[in-house]
């Protein structure tokens, strides 16, 4: 029987619960997942907890506070000026507390998200962090195949 190792192909599926027991993701009842390990799919924590685990294995981690995503790190939070936000989206867009916004990375290959934490006239206030950051999270999984 296969276990899992750095590099290894899974087939698995997985629930990703936050601290209130809500699932955030969870492919128990539908198809299972595939990825790759060491490729960034998983949190590494994540991944750390999966090694050495045989197929066929279910079983449930608890991960504490911050391990999963990091902790909330404060210069995560950054105003942003409407006349950007105009810039670069839809100058008539109307913010509200909560709306996550997608922002260019500087070489324009990719996108990144942050949350609406505060909305002024000049700016808005936005999260940057990872919305698990600093919380503890449950991740059950169920190992279908190793490759």
Known sequence: MNSVQRG?????????AGPDGADIINTFDDKPATLSMGTGELAPAMEARLVGLAEGTRTTFELAAGEAFGERNPELLQRVKRGLL??????????????VVQFPTPDGQGAYAGVVREVGHESLL???????????????????GVL
């Open 126 to 144: 936005f999260d940057f962090n990872h919305p698990l950051a600093g919380q503890p999270v449950t991740f059950e999984v169920h190992l279908i």
């Open 8 to 16: 290894s192909f899974l087939t698995l599926h997985y629930r990703l």
């Open 86 to 99: 105009d810039e670069l989206g839809d100058p008539d867009e109307q913010y509200h507390v909560g709306d």
